[in-house]
């Protein structure tokens, strides 16, 4: 499935569970931040989220520091896992 729209207002109305996430929002860190716990709420409990825009701020980093997972980077483009 895929959702085109403003993330902030789409993903606290999705009802299920994904395994995988791309996030193609560029957000300040704090709405980044916010963003990216709403989405942890929507992941299966295993997972793979990718990002674009972690050059922007450290919002993705931050994530995964709290969530402790683990982070990779390729290029432009930030991955997190949860085996």
């Given at each position: 499935r895929?959702f085109i729209?403003?993330a902030i207002?789409?993903?606290?109305v999705i009802n ?6 791309l996030?193609?929002a560029?957000?300040?860190?704090k709405?980044?931040?916010d963003?990216l716990l ?14 674009d825009?972690?050059?922007?701020n450290?919002?993705f980093?931050d ?19 949860k085996?």
């Amino acid at each position: 499935r895929m959702f085109i729209g403003n993330a902030i207002k789409i993903i606290p109305v999705i009802n299920n569970k994904y395994e995988f996430i791309l996030v193609d929002a560029m957000k300040d860190s704090k709405s980044r931040l916010d963003l990216l716990l709403e989405i942890y709420k929507k992941s299966k409990l295993k997972f793979c989220i990718i990002q674009d825009g972690g050059w922007a701020n450290h919002a993705f980093k931050d994530f995964c520091k709290k969530k402790k997972l683990k982070l990779y980077s390729f290029g432009k483009i930030q991955f997190a896992f949860k085996k």
